[in-house]
């Protein structure tokens, strides 16, 4: 059944916010999966923070004109499943890389992270960029090694003190 000028214009807005919010997106070619496959890929998507949408190709054009996902409006031919990570840039690359490597009818086509399009041989290198947890808690301890050294440092000053009177007093009792 034909959509209606107004449908389409809900799902150009909807797709337009998500676009605009999104920090990846990926296209993926799906033909051949079967729907039980696409309902399982759905499902891991809703649970991992990525949106999952189907959509004509000629309105994901006009829905991300206005975004940073806008350079990958050329490649955007056949049918295609988008995947937009919200959360964490790599979710959408580590959930298609996931199912492209269970389900080979699904083909990786394109991939925009940061408004720029990324080949898609480096699919792992985007699947395995850290979440946000995961980058602050690097952050943390990129911060923390400095004041650790320098309180270990600190600490070795009056230990080795100790050290060195305490082999006095065990030289002067075998004496």
């Known amino acids: ?4 000028i107004n449908q389409k214009q809900l799902i150009v807005a909807e797709v337009t916010e998500v676009a605009g919010k999104a920090l990846s997106a990926i296209g993926a070619e799906y033909s051949g999966l079967t729907v039980a496959q696409m309902t399982a890929m759905r499902v891991k998507a809703r649970e991992s ?3 999952l949408r189907v959509i004509k190709n000629t ?3 006009r829905a991300m004109a206005e975004t940073s996902f806008a350079c990958m409006s ?3 031919t056949g049918p295609l499943v988008l995947a937009f990570s919200m959360d ?3 979710a959408a690359a580590r959930l298609m890389s996931d199912f492209s490597k269970e389900y ?4 990786i086509k394109v991939i925009a992270l940061g408004g ?3 080949p898609v041989s480096e699919i792992s290198r985007v699947a395995s960029l ?3 947890e995961e980058a602050l808690a690097q952050l943390l301890s990129v911060m923390q090694a400095p004041v650790t050294k320098l309180a270990r440092t600190l600490n070795e000053v009056p230990g080795k003190l100790v050290r060195t009177v305490a082999a006095v007093r065990d030289q002067k009792q075998a004496a």
Not at 1 to 4: D, G, V
Not at 104 to 107: G, H, N, S
């Open 1 to 4: 059944m034909a959509l209606t």
């Open 49 to 51: 923070g990525v949106y």
């Open 59 to 61: 309105l994901a054009r």
């Open 74 to 76: 050329e490649a955007l």
């Open 88 to 90: 964490d840039p790599g």
């Open 104 to 107: 080979a009818k699904l083909d």
């Open 116 to 118: 720029k399009l990324v």
């Open 130 to 132: 850290p979440t946000r």
